[in-house]
């Protein structure tokens, strides 16, 4: 998708994301919907690596998803139907960005 020339929106004022930070302590695999905040920091006190599915896909669509430093085991970041994501386990105190465009998901930052 292109933008168009049209004058720029502009927001005079800071922009608060209400409800947008989601801060949970897991002891299970989770599975994301559209109703979940777009910012998860997840501590995983599961006991093992944790599952983190995302919602079906949807065009426009980005979670921030950050590994809690505290945390004893990492998080696999996997697609509705368990499809991985993030290769391998984001571990703790690292972070990620994933995006959607409608037909598949993509990571635009992740901490190494």
């Not at 949970?24 to 994301?32: F, N, P, R, S």
């Not at 945390?71 to 509705?80: C, N, R």
Request: with cysteine; aromatic share 8%.
């Amino acid at each position: 998708m292109a933008y168009t020339d049209k004058a720029e929106f502009q927001v005079p004022r800071h922009i608060v994301q209400k409800g947008s930070v989601n801060i949970e302590t897991i002891t299970a695999d989770k599975a994301l919907s559209y109703s979940d905040s777009t910012y998860q920091i997840i501590k995983n006190s599961k006991g093992s690596h944790a599952d983190i599915r995302m919602p079906e896909k949807k065009n426009g669509v980005h979670f921030w998803i950050k590994v809690d430093a505290t945390s004893a085991h990492g998080i696999y970041v996997q697609e509705a139907d368990t499809t991985p994501i993030v290769s391998g386990t984001l571990s703790a105190g690292k972070a990620v960005l994933v995006v959607c465009d409608g037909s598949n998901w993509a990571i635009v930052f992740q901490q190494a």
